[in-house]
């Protein structure tokens, strides 16, 4: 029976606040150079993905997020990538410390009508949309290489 790629989770999280978004340019490794949220890899140990988004950020940020909460879900299909990701976006509008550079990302808070789209993955410009009118979202997207996208489907998700 065909089994499908192998699947990694992952964290993804955006603090929206006042009009503004916090992003940060990621300096090494996967998204080198391009703005994203805080996210990675949930461990092995019994961490929830919920407690991943938390320590990512952290981590990356040096900030404690106070209220995020679960906003999307999507599956990425990358030709050229061993597994398929499965990434889970959250949303935080408050936070605890202050704002820090660290060896792997450089934060900048953007005004939601700036967000540079031309600097990020380029399936946000799909779903931020949906995150900046605090709607959850869930999708598919599918990738070609890193950079071309061939197939993105996501939709708002509404409790009906
Ligand atoms: P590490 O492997 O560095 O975590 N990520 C993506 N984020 C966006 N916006 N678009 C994508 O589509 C992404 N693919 C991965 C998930 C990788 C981080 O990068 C995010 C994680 O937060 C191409 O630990």
């Known amino acids: 029976m065909f089994q499908g790629k ?21 300096k ?46 999507i599956k990425m299909d990358y030709d050229c990538e061993k597994e398929t990701l499965k990434v889970h976006i959250f949303r935080a509008t408050h936070f605890d410390g202050q704002v820090k550079e660290t060896e792997e990302m450089k934060p900048q808070w953007f005004d939601v009508a700036k967000i540079p789209y031309n600097q990020m993955w380029i399936d946000d410009q799909y779903w931020i949309p949906y995150l900046l009118e605090n709607k959850c979202f869930s999708g598919y997207l599918q990738f070609e290489g890193h950079d071309k996208l061939i197939q993105a489907d996501i939709k708002e998700v509404t409790n009906q």
Request: charged share 20%; net charge positive; with cysteine.
């Open 6 to 26: 192998p699947s990694k989770i992952l964290t993804l999280l955006l603090i929206h606040q006042n009009n503004q978004i916090l992003l940060a340019m990621k």
């Open 28 to 73: 090494r490794g996967f998204g080198m150079g391009k703005y994203n949220g805080f996210g990675g890899k949930v461990e092995k140990n019994g961490e929830s993905i919920y407690q991943a988004a938390i320590r990512e950020t952290q981590e990356e940020g040096c900030i404690t997020p106070t209220d995020a909460q679960f906003i999307g879900y």
